[in-house]
């Protein structure tokens, strides 16, 4: 393959952090004909970033429940948008779009009052979601059998998906080597190193660093923090299941994401701190008891990785992106919905950096902070 040539009259683009959204704005602001640089402090595996460990499912109706209406409507507009980006990639990515199924024990069924309860309300605001089907016996059988004997109820989300993320990220590498984007790895870049390299290469900058760029957030403007979440991955070749299967419970809400070939995300646990250690006992223990309790083929898989990250997230939990200084944009917050809502931000961030205008970002309500039209890539 020959790399993209760049454009003349296309300003330079450097990217700090090839997480999800610096891998993906690199990927195509370099297909739109930019040159662009990319920079991140850790390793081309992804290790050091949220979107490594994620569970990388598109359920804007059931995520409804714990978001806010413009949030799960950038989900809505992500799922057609994915399979797009999808396409263009080198390398196939595991995506599905078969629903999630609902479920939680006889004694929690207050959860599920409440849980339906919030999506009635969402789909009062977004009257185009797909409606939620109350599933029971046969029908629930037909969906999931392997979960049919021990639940007898539960809630289907229809056109709800999910993708494989270690495979994305991979398949972007290989789609950014093809253009021939340099990517240079464990190169850690403050904001202020990247003002220093704009003034002499001039062009964009495009800040991705996730948690990585707390300290770019400083007290007393909006704070960036971390929400940890701990993960399991498991092999359980005596489990099937169709479709990401969420449990209701007060205490341990949980999700189980089947990717291909018996891999199960068993996830996750949501603790207000920038912790990054390894995965504690106990959240372990309670991630696996209710998998367990969902299916007990889990009894016998493997425990593949147990695994923990940070989620970037802003005060109030929704993605931001910001004007830091002239063509210089901060783009963040994406939280827990970082795979469900990227391709909206990245077309909004594209649109804006092309025209100078947020259409989409006003379309979608994505908080977009930015001073003057700057029309001009
Ligand atoms: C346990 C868990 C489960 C999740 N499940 C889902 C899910 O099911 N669906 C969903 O939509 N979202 C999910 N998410 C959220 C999603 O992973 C994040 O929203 C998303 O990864 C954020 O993307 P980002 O590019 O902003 O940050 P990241 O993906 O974290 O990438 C940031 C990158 O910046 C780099 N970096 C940091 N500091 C610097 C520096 N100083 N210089 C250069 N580079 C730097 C890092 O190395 C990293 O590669 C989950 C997250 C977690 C933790």
């Not at 779009?97 to 479920?103: I, R, Y």
């Not at 707390?214 to 979440?229: C, E, K, Y």
């Not at 199960?264 to 912790?275: K, L, P, S, W």
Request: hydrophobic share 40%.
């Amino acid at each position: 393959m020959t790399a993209t040539p760049s454009h003349p009259h296309l300003e330079p683009v450097l990217v700090l952090g090839a997480g999800l959204m610096g891998r993906l704005l690199a990927w195509q602001l370099a297909k739109h004909g930019h040159r662009v640089d990319l920079l991140d402090a850790g390793p081309p595996e992804g290790s050091s970033s949220a979107a490594r460990v994620a569970a990388a499912m598109l359920a804007p109706l059931a995520e409804s429940a714990v978001t806010e209406p413009n949030v799960v409507a950038m989900g809505q507009y992500a799922l057609p948008r994915w399979r797009e980006l999808l396409q263009q990639l080198p390398d196939p990515v595991f995506f599905q779009q078969q629903g999630t199924l609902v479920l939680w024990h006889r004694q929690d069924a207050a959860e599920a009052q409440r849980f339906n309860g919030l999506l009635a309300k969402t789909r009062q605001t977004l009257p185009t979601l797909p409606a939620p089907e109350n599933v029971h016996g046969a029908r629930l059988a037909s969906l999931e059998p392997a979960v049919a004997q021990r639940f007898h109820q539960g809630v289907y989300l229809p056109e709800e998906g999910q993708l494989d993320n270690r495979q994305l990220l991979q398949a972007l590498l290989k789609a950014l080597a093809q253009q021939g984007t340099v990517v240079q790895w464990h190169t850690p870049c403050t904001l202020d190193q990247a003002l220093e390299l704009q003034q002499k290469r001039g062009g964009w900058v495009l800040d991705c660093r996730g948690l990585g760029a707390q300290a770019d957030w400083p007290i007393p403007g909006p704070t960036l923090r971390g929400v940890r979440g701990e993960v399991a991955r498991l092999h359980a070749p005596g489990v099937t299941l169709q479709r990401p299967t969420r449990l209701l419970h007060p205490r341990y809400p949980i999700y189980i994401a089947p990717k291909q070939d018996h891999v199960f995300v068993i996830g996750a646990t949501e603790i207000e701190t920038n912790d990054l250690s390894p995965a504690s006992v106990r959240s372990t223990l309670e991630l696996l008891s209710a998998a367990y309790a969902v299916h007990p083929g889990f009894g016998e898989a493997r425990i593949l990785e147990l695994n923990s990250q940070c989620r970037p997230t802003l005060p109030d939990n929704l993605p931001t992106v910001r004007q830091a200084a002239p063509k210089v944009l901060q783009i963040n917050g994406l939280y827990r919905h970082g795979f469900m809502i990227s391709p909206a931000v990245l077309d909004a961030v594209v649109e804006h950096m092309h025209s100078g205008t947020q259409t989409l970002a006003a379309q979608l309500q994505l908080c977009f902070q930015v001073n003057t039209l700057q029309p001009l890539a």
